[in-house]
């Protein structure tokens, strides 16, 4: 079975530049997560979706950074303009919820590693 | 907002040794999960617990849900190499309205070193 796919793996990138990271979560999941790992402050979770619909953003560090869930396949998540201190592991993850089901456990996908110089 | 304290940061061990790790939480959560990061990839997930009081198993890993909901703890026996990793608790609870879609309140990790 395929897993959460995110793309690409590694990103390097000047700041200033727009910086695009892509997920597609496991077929049939309809939550999807995204979230940012450091050394620092670990895994946050940046904002999530059920339904294609972003449920909350709270997470999300500033107006920088956007995501998008045009469709159950797809998600991305945008920096722009980019900042040396946005280098981290970005992961996405999905999930299965159904009301009165509950939820799955989250399933994770191997990460995309940004560096802003 | 919730906050998960897990235990201990790092362990360098033995191999053959067991582990025991452990997460506590100032709320009360109704699922417990513990994941397994190796370097380069995303966490994986390696037990989930649903009821208070639950005991899982999961090959030479085994977890509980506490009885408070608000910890558990994660043992490894007889610790081979390839159990090198970070090791994350993660808890969810029910969200406003009666549902949290999902979201995990996540621990800050333990580092696990295995020597051979």
């Known amino acids: 079975d395929a897993g959460v796919i995110q793309s690409p793996r590694h990103e390097v990138t000047e700041m200033g530049q727009e910086v695009t990271l892509r997920c597609k979560p496991i077929s049939g999941h309809n939550s999807l997560f995204w979230y940012r790992q450091t050394m620092m402050r670990g895994l946050e979770l940046l904002i999530y979706f059920n339904n294609n619909v972003p449920i909350d953003d709270s997470g999300m560090p500033e107006d920088r950074f956007s995501a998008k869930m045009p469709n159950a396949s797809f998600s991305t998540l945008k920096i722009q303009p980019s900042e040396p201190r946005d280098s981290a592991v970005y992961f996405c993850a999905s999930s299965s919820y159904r009301q009165g089901r509950g939820n799955q456990p989250q399933h994770f996908g191997d990460g995309t590693r940004l560096s802003i110089l | 907002g919730q906050q998960l304290n897990q235990s201990p940061q790092s362990m360098f061990i033995q191999e053959g040794e067991d582990v025991s790790m452990n997460c506590t939480s100032s709320?009360?959560?109704?699922?417990w999960l513990w994941y397994k990061q190796d370097p380069g990839e995303g966490p994986v997930l390696l037990i989930a617990?649903?009821?208070?009081?639950e005991l899982t198993s999961n090959g030479r890993l085994t977890a509980q849900f506490g009885i408070t909901r608000k910890d558990s703890f994660l043992n490894i026996s007889a610790s081979i190499p390839s159990d090198v990793g970070i090791y994350f608790c993660a808890g969810r609870s029910l969200g406003a309205g009666g549902t949290s879609y999902g979201k995990l309140t996540f621990g800050q990790g333990t580092i696990l070193t295995v020597h051979p």
């Open positions: 617990l649903y009821k208070a009081g």
């Open positions: 709320s009360i959560f109704n699922t």
